[in-house]
């Protein structure tokens, strides 16, 4: 599968090594190694995508998979319009995910173009001691300039990730961190579409463009690979694919990973498959700190379904905190005073928010929910994305545009006669389950007439 977007990416990252001098000789392209395994007879697995991101490209040095991974600031867009200084891998945040099959040798050149020492750990890696990367334990830090050689045999798969081990706080909270895939040798079943996910939370100041390594709660922006809805690109599937999403979590929140219109099986962790008989049927997958889960399902459902956090303030962008909560108060007249004394006052909407998401902004920052979608404004933004799924779809690298709905199938506005069923009926006492004493052992239920629930709705 090689998709004019892998090729492009590859050929960027290809750029970078070149600089770096090791690799200059051997052009590298992710999407030619794949050909390649593939011809070996070795490359028996579908390639992860990485949305908004890339896969680290690899050369054979003395029959070891050779990768090159260069840690340096980068320059992130988190969404048109919002530029964020970080620093990642290759240009990226998160750096390039990087696969291997179980019994690989594996090698990994890690130079430091930062203005700081690192090191890299590889997380949930079975590998000798002296190559867990935690620096001033396991081996010295990477000084800036330096270029460290790690290498191992792969022993296992799964999904695991990299990072650093050296100033975590930092260099954690400015985006350094990878998605690390070792492919099983025998795979016991393939899927059709693989995708990798990191999730990551950090505190951007409105109309700043550094994160804050302090913050160690209250954070603000929050993202899939780094990027934030409507920045994040759609999940692509063909009607029938069997999907496996993996998702890697190195922030200091859990996030509740909810995917609509489907049910899932949670079945892996970073330390490797659960076994069949103990898949768990699931709508949210929660992916806790320093952990990996991969969900698996078959996208049965065709449709433009949204994937993302289930924590309300993590599926929103950056905003003013501190503001007093309005809703429900009669607010006329009264920003115009307060705005006489306090230039740039902007109360919350006596209605909510939802209406108000255009409030003018400091530059370089986002609405706090930003996307437009076919029946107008999606209010969301940060840990939100779509995934597509349709029947006959082209290709995997087109966005196929919006769902179009067969006839009667959108839920829409009805005349009020229509709306109003004759009895609400609520199940009050339910005979012989255990627990629950009959009230005179009449009526199974209660029957309440709805004009009765007029009085909650202020009707009387
Ligand atoms: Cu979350």
Redesign the pocket.
Known sequence: MISRRNVLASGAAMLTAGAAGLLRRTPLYAAANRVQEAAEGRGNYTPVITPNGSTLPWRWEDGYKTFHLIAEPVVREFAPGFQVNCWGYNGQTPGPTIEAVEGDKVRFYVENRLPEPTSVHWHGVLLPNGMDGVSGLNQRRIEPGETFKYEFQVRQHGTHMYHPHFDEMVQQSMGMMGILIFHPRRPARRVDRDFAIF?NEWFIKPGTSIPDPTMMLDFNV?TFNSRVFPGTEPLLARLGDRMRIRIANLSM?S??IHVHGHTFRWTATDGGPLPQTAWIPETSINVPPGTTRDIEFVADNPGDWALH?H?VH?TMNQMGHNLPIMTGVDQSGVAEKIEELVPGYMPMGNTGMGDMMDMGRPRNSLLMGDGEGPFGEIFMGG?FTILKIREGLRSYDEDPGWYKHPAGTVATAVGERQAVAPTIVLPLRRPGFPGWAPLGGETAYDVVRAESCGKFRGGR
């Open positions: 999730l929050f929140d996030h509740p956090c924590k993590h840990m």
